[in-house]
């Protein structure tokens, strides 16, 4: 039923465990699900301190700390993810449970976090939302560790995996798009007032949609991942019990995880404070001097950047996932030098849709770029996680998803939580003690060297950092093909084991 016959250079007989497409594109919904909470939740700095009454750099600090727990949480969850094995398989039960933890947390905390700051003081307020978020952190776990460790079993095929860059990349691509679009050109100027941009009418509207789309979203990812959570598609296909010192193992002698967490977790960092809502403000709000730019432009850009992630995804199956993150990352560095280069020299208000100028069409094109390359390279990230998976099994035996897509989970949101921090303290460092910059804030040299380090300088020492640790990264596409003849070979004998074991209790029998 999963199985295929391909021919392979390392192995002429090798059966690569493949998926039907649809069930890639499917599964690849769970990460865009798990996306919109968290896309939501990062506007919770202003609900906080708009209504809440909570300071700007404690809000960040808070956030920050909170985003270490999730670290914390993430090998916990794997490693149960790993013994878990039951009538609904592996990955199921926490994609479902983490769906409904994240559903109960935001609702409360969007709802009740400033009623309790108002009705007892800011202290409980603070305590309130602490104790809700880290609910919602667990939840939030469960599902995204699932996104990283379920593909590995879905298929092994070195030409297939990087369908799920393809699709994941796409659905990111749309929903980065959409929902600054949303936010910018249609909620905030319906609800925004003369003092804020974030009111709770904006809030009302938003949770319930954030829950209703992720629980759709969530739906078809079970539907897609179904019929491959089975035993049989776990690593050598037997299972095994893990000791501490198999998960302490994992980190000090699987070179290509650490070499992958360095890269990706220098990435994140940079992206988070680059996509951050304050940051956004800034860029297009008031250095452009139009916020609904953010929205308009990601729109336009949509449909190239959709065809730069589709080649991409054609790219890494064809010369492998190595070389595709490689070229993603000089392809962003060179863009995104470029964009800031132009707002640096050139004037930003003169973008605008309706003033069609070289500044218009420059910062388009190269916009288009940059969302295409940068999150083709997002999505490549999260099919080597797979490959880290089955190195795992090649060095040691042991069929270790959880624990490997949680452990790089730990280290990526450990180093990543400073993103909120970042972008707290460097908008503070300027004025904005007390308060966030809105789109009624005048244009200073500060805001706009700030505003632009965030934006593209911080992005690219990034990605400057992920090539240099892909460097020491050897899972290239021949090396992937030579670990999955391995694991084949390893199936094989355990069924010939078994196949042997079944003969002579026949015989034993019948004498």
């Known amino acids: 039923m999963t199985a295929v016959k391909q021919v392979d250079n390392g192995h002429p007989d090798i059966q690569y465990n493949r998926s039907k497409i649809w069930q890639i594109a499917f599964f690849s919904l769970n990460n865009s699900a798990t996306n919109i909470f968290l896309l939501c939740t990062n506007l919770i700095s202003y609900y906080l301190v708009g209504y809440a009454g909570l300071a700007t750099a404690l809000v960040g600090t808070i956030l920050t700390l909170m985003r270490m727990f999730d670290g914390i949480t993430d090998p916990i969850i794997g490693a149960l993810i790993d013994k878990t094995n039951g009538k609904i398989g592996k990955f199921r039960p926490y994609i479902i449970t983490g769906y409904v933890i994240m559903t109960f947390a935001v609702a409360i905390m969007y709802n009740f976090t400033h009623r ?252 288009s770029l940059g969302q295409g390359i940068s999150r083709s390279s997002g999505g490549l990230t999260i099919n080597a996680i797979s490959d880290v998976t089955d190195y795992e099994t090649y060095r040691s035996g042991n069929y270790m998803p959880g624990i490997i897509g949680t452990l790089f989970s730990l280290v990526d949101k450990l180093i990543s939580s400073l993103s909120t921090t970042i972008v707290s303290l460097a908008v503070a460092a300027i004025g904005f003690v007390d308060r966030q910059p809105t789109t009624a804030d005048p244009l200073t040299p500060q805001i706009f060297w700030v505003a632009t380090i965030l934006f593209f300088g911080l992005p690219i020492l990034g990605w400057l950092a992920s090539v240099v640790a892909l460097k020491f990264y050897e899972l290239t596409a021949e090396r992937m093909q030579e670990i999955q003849t391995h694991i084949f070979e390893i199936k094989q004998k355990h069924k010939e084991e078994e196949l042997a074991q079944i003969i002579a209790q026949s015989q034993k029998k019948q004498d």
Do not use: H
């Not at 809502?277 to 008031?286: H, N």
């Open 116 to 367: 309790i700051s108002e009705a007892f003081g800011t202290g409980a307020g603070y305590g309130f939302f602490v104790f809700m978020y880290a609910i919602y952190i667990v939840g939030y776990t469960c599902q995204t560790a699932c996104t990283k460790a379920g593909p590995a079993c879905m298929t092994n095929d070195p030409k297939q995996r990087p369908l799920f860059s393809a699709f994941d990349s796409t659905y990111t691509l749309i929903l980065l798009t959409s929902f600054p679009a949303l936010i910018s050109m249609y909620l905030i100027p319906k609800y925004q007032t003369a003092t804020t941009n974030y009111t709770m009418e904006l809030y009302a509207f938003l949770v319930p949609m954030t829950i209703i789309a992720a629980g759709i979203l969530t739906t078809l990812a079970l539907i897609g991942i179904w019929a491959k959570d089975i035993p049989e598609n776990f690593g050598t296909g037997v299972e095994k019990k893990f000791k501490f010192k198999d998960y302490a193992q994992v980190i000090a002698k699987n070179r290509p995880l650490q070499m992958l967490i360095v890269s990706a977790s220098t990435d994140k960092i940079s992206g988070l404070a680059a996509s951050n809502a304050i940051t956004g403000i800034m860029i297009y709000g008031i250095i452009m001097g139009d916020n609904t730019l953010q929205g308009k432009l990601s729109l336009i850009t949509l449909v190239p950047a959709f065809f730069l992630v589709q080649f991409f995804s054609q790219y890494a199956r064809k010369l492998g996932i190595r070389r595709g993150l490689i070229t993603t990352a000089w392809g962003s560095i060179i863009v995104y030098a470029a964009m800031w280069a132009l707002l640096a020299v050139g004037n930003p208000q003169n973008i605008g849709l309706d003033n069609i100028g070289f500044m218009t069409i420059a910062y388009l094109v190269l916009w």
